[in-house]
């Protein structure tokens, strides 16, 4: 892992984790052309969820978003798998669909998000920047607070 993105992970004190195996009939992505469809990424951090619940109930707004940056940091791990190993590869994030686990009449999904969205923009810089979706959900796989997917492109 060395390059531009591996360097900016370095600076910014981030080690990226072991890409999590699929726990279902899916694969963790799927490259298409130049573009990587990345499966939705749960909050998890040594292969522990580490965020679960739902917003505006027993989780709070600012785990929510540490939940978000633990799911794109999972993306990344995918994509990097998907890019052979070479960070650099990636070309741009596309587009994040994100789902917050989270009671009726809670509203801050998009808050929550800008967890994912800021660390993508940090460790990718201008090509982190992507359209996505944030949306809320009544429950997610393992009572996690978010999953995350992702649509990379590579050079």
Known sequence: MSGTIAARLKDLGI??????????????FVVSGSLVFVSGQLPLENGKLMVAGKLG????????VRAARLCALNLLAQARAAAGGDLDRIRRLVRLTAFVASVP???DQPKVVNGASDLMVQVLGEAGRHARVAVGAPALPLDAAVEIDGIFELA
Do not use: H
Request: glycine letters at 8%.
């Open 15 to 28: 080690e990226l984790p072991q890409p999590a195996a699929a726990v279902a009939n899916y694969v963790p």
């Open 105 to 107: 009449g809670f509203t």
């Open 57 to 64: 109930d027993s989780v709070t707004l600012e785990d929510g």
